[in-house]
């Protein structure tokens, strides 16, 4: 299943180009993120953080680039590069390295032990409309393994759906994965050990979100600043945060 999911990839990367009539010059985009707590996929990676992300594209090919930076000791780092292709129908596909700080004793960057790095090597292909977004990933190299030792090529699927109301726009989200992801074993509460997973120990709902966003457009500067409130919940630890936070960006 896994090595058909990889060719699919390989298969649709060689194909769009070949189907669409994308736009014809480099486009380019940043953005600055400021967030009272930093939430991935479910998963807490500690609270206030600075979250700087650009991408650029060109013809349906983008590379993209996301970090984030907390300001406490035991903050979760990270810097994710993604490179794929966007076409016009609504079908993308691409690759991700994404680093996460921690697993390291030295916080190494360019180490890639598959035991002990911070890499994880992820596809994914999913399709987009203005009505909703579902994306599949599946982590296929680096640190990811399940507890008994075998590679767990964690899969993780996303649905968002897009609204709004009274001038407000919402996000929600829900995000599943079908089977165990990678975990480890961590300390508890209490000083005991806990087993801990990437999104769940088997099937299981690691994601439930929705978020309100309004946009101030401040004219003299040229930029956007959206400011947005957003409740989000894990139901696989029954764990829950209502974080907020603004985005300094040029206008569209």
């Not at 390291?104 to 909703?132: A, I, Q, V």
């Not at 079908?178 to 997973?197: K, V, Y």
Request: with cysteine; net charge positive.
């Amino acid at each position: 299943m896994k090595r058909a999911f990889f060719t699919i990839i390989a298969f649709v990367f060689l194909c769009c180009p070949l189907l669409t009539n994308a736009q014809k010059r480099v486009e380019t985009d940043v953005q600055l993120d400021l967030v009272t707590r930093h939430m991935w996929r479910g998963q807490d990676y500690g609270k206030i953080s600075i979250q700087p992300q650009g991408s650029i594209k060109y013809q349906g090919f983008y590379l993209s680039g996301f970090g984030s930076t907390g300001f406490s000791e035991g903050d979760i780092n990270r810097i994710d590069i993604s490179l794929g292709y966007q076409a016009p129908f609504g079908l993308n596909i691409g690759v991700s390295d994404n680093f996460k700080s921690g697993s390291d004793k030295y916080g190494r960057y360019f180490t890639y032990e598959e035991k002990t790095t911070g890499h994880r090597f992820e596809g994914n292909l999913g399709f987009s409309c203005k009505y909703f977004s579902l994306q599949g990933y599946c982590i296929f190299m680096g640190n990811d393994f399940k507890l008994n030792g075998d590679r767990a090529y964690s899969t993780y699927i996303e649905l968002s759906i897009p609204f709004s109301i009274a001038k407000t726009d919402f996000l929600a989200k829900a995000g599943i994965t079908p089977m165990e992801s990678a975990g480890w074993r961590g300390n508890g509460t209490d000083g005991d050990f806990l087993d801990q997973f990437l999104y769940a120990d088997g099937f299981g709902c690691s994601l439930a979100s929705l978020r309100a966003t309004k946009v101030i457009q401040v004219k003299s500067s040229k930029v956007d600043i959206p400011i947005f409130l957003e409740f989000n919940a894990n139901p696989f630890t029954q764990k829950a945060a209502l974080l907020g936070g603004i985005s300094i960006r040029p206008f569209k």
